[in-house]
């Protein structure tokens, strides 16, 4: 199956900073990329995708970008507010049959006011 | 208007019972998921169904049996509980296993806290 690592597993910005989480994947066949958002308590809500025919995509203060060939993909949260802290999620779709996600161990992000 | 249900959203039972997770979707999804989230927050993917038919176990005990009376449905029995088994488990759906990538974005249910004593 697909092995995805995931880093830092904390991080504490102040607010109006910059945020970056990085992804890496095993699996070259892997070809879609989401990016869940977790709030304490609260079930995993999707925040944005990427495609693996796609290098970047943005979404107002969240982009993401793709390097398929070294594997590895990062979320960029600009402009960081109290709101974004949560722990944040990288996925990587391994078609085996059956859509499954593999998830990354998740970043705890703290915006601090 | 909810997406993914799951009931209960908490259970509490001893060590040895079986128990039993409910999940329904109203999306007309075709694939349904369940994921386990153990107390570090890994979010681990548990078994796959599609049409009612399970794709994958992701190597599941067999003290594990997900069943999907119907495509909206897709419950999880749990048979003689460990210590091991609390965790919060979050059921999924899909639109479908192919046909582009529209289908690929999975919505996740409320989650069920599961401890066992």
């Known amino acids: 199956g697909e092995n995805v690592e995931q880093h830092p597993s904390t991080l504490s910005v102040q607010e109006g900073d910059s945020a970056v989480i990085k992804c890496t994947y095993s699996?070259?066949?892997?070809?879609?990329f989401p990016w869940y958002k977790q709030e304490l308590g609260k079930r995993p809500q999707l925040i944005i995708d990427?495609?693996?025919?796609?290098g970047e995509k943005k979404d107002q203060r969240i982009a993401v970008t793709l390097n398929k060939t070294a594997k590895h993909f990062s979320l960029h949260i600009t402009e960081t507010q109290p709101e974004d802290s949560a722990v944040y999620f990288c996925a990587a779709l391994y078609q085996t049959g059956a859509n499954n996600l593999f998830f990354g161990t998740g970043t705890r992000l703290t915006v601090i006011p | 208007d909810t997406a993914v249900s799951q009931t209960p959203k908490y259970l509490v039972t001893q060590m040895g019972n079986d128990k039993s997770i409910k999940c329904e979707q109203n999306l007309g999804h075709d694939t349904m998921y369940w994921y386990k989230q153990d107390s570090k927050k890994f979010l681990k993917i548990m078994f796959s169904y599609n049409n009612k038919e399970l794709i994958i176990n992701e190597t599941v005990p067999n003290r594990f049996s997900p069943k999907s009376p119907d495509k909206a449905h897709l419950n999880l029995h749990i048979n003689s509980l460990e210590l091991g088994d609390s965790a919060v488990y979050f059921c999924?759906?899909?639109?479908?296993?192919?046909?582009?990538?529209?289908?690929?974005?999975?919505?996740f249910g409320p989650g069920t806290r599961l401890t066992v004593l």
């Open positions: 699996d070259s066949a892997s070809n879609y």
């Open positions: 990427i495609r693996s025919n796609v």
């Open positions: 999924a759906s899909s639109r479908g296993l192919a046909g582009g990538f529209s289908y690929n974005e999975q919505f």
